[in-house]
């Protein structure tokens, strides 16, 4: 996935009638990827960017950061520089402020991941005045009546129709951002909202362990299920889990369990999404559908009525369709999920 001419890794590998190509590049999938190698104690990079290391294309992200638009892409390239202690850092930082997440209309992951780039490790490239109004603009999405967040925080603009539907990632890194705030302030608020999500949406999870996609901020309940992404399975939800256990000492092994069991064998195929003779993860089981129609349907119905659903939609659309890429951003974040640090932390069987 590494693309040595551009320094930087590609959007995705995609299956086609011409084999599993690679797909364009990706500024935020780099980063992740780098965050990846920048959790480990034995760096995997020289392996995989045979022309240079991870501080290379860190540096590379770094070089014409002050061009990039994207509140997610800055904040997760800062985070990245601060793990791998590039020296070019504040440039990151200097982008971050200059994006104004706490004013602007930015929506809520994209404000998690600055909250977490301004809390890991705090004593290096930070604004500590702005992490913690980002903090409190964060809480502003947290509903505490259902313990979810919403897709926008308070002010910001989302389409009139779906504003009451959050998803998955919507819960992951704002967990996980409250969870490293936690680790550099001690702030008990954010860390009550942490685990109150936290726990909430392990009762949500379903029986095989799938990670479920779309929610009502309103309600706390399942908007709709499809598609299960293997992403959430063995790296995003482990990865928040594992974030909040190191700040609070509680875990979630159940769920976590649950969750990569799904990669195993998932019920709704009775197969596994990892390609042992590509070397691939596929990106997700969904419906059999045109599009996003269900996922529509089912936003419009609940916005009628918050307890509406479209019956049927299992029968019709079934969730049995296999959608054929991977991206590096799910690679990456199974090295930061299960990163060697970590893997030393359980018993060897």
Known sequence: MYLPDKQLFCHCIRRGPRGDIPEGVSRRYTAITLLGFGVQQNDPSP?????????????????????????????????????????????????????????????????????????????????????????????DAFNENTGLFSHYPVGAAPSAWRAHVTCFADWVYPVQALAHYHGAT?????????????????????????????????????????????????????????????????????????????????????????DRDAGLIWRKVCRKEPGKLSRGLQALASRVHSRL????????FPATQVDYECRPYHLGWILYAFSDRRLGLFPQT
């Not at 200097?94 to 998690?112: F, G, K, N, Q, S």
């Not at 659903?309 to 019709?316: E, I, N, Q, S, T």
Request: net charge negative; aromatic share 6%.
């Open 47 to 139: 392996e995989i960017i045979k022309d240079g290391n991870s501080s290379q294309v860190c540096g590379r992200l770094l070089s014409d950061v002050e061009t990039v638009e994207n509140l997610g892409d800055v904040a997760l390239t800062l985070w990245a520089a601060k793990l791998l202690s590039h020296q070019d850092a504040i440039r990151a930082l200097d982008r971050l402020e200059a994006l104004d997440p706490v004013r602007r209309p930015y929506p809520t992951v994209e404000i998690a991941w600055a909250l977490t780039a301004l809390s890991v490790r705090a004593g290096e490239t930070s604004d500590t005045n702005l992490r913690d109004r980002i903090a409190r603009r964060l809480l």
């Open 309 to 316: 659903r479209l019956p049927g939609l299992g029968r019709l």
């Open 186 to 274: 001690g702030d008990p608020i954010a860390v009550g909202a942490a685990m109150r999500s936290a726990r909430v949406m392990c009762n949500l999870q379903g029986d095989g362990g799938q990670w479920w996609w779309h929610y009502d901020v309103r309600t706390g309940r399942v908007v709709e299920g499809y598609p299960v992404y293997s992403v959430h399975q063995d790296a995003m939800g482990p990865m928040a889990l594992f974030d909040l256990q190191d700040a609070v000492g509680q875990g979630f092994d159940e769920a976590v369990v649950k969750s990569v069991g799904w990669m195993i064998r998932n019920p709704e195929r009775g197969d596994s999404l990892i």
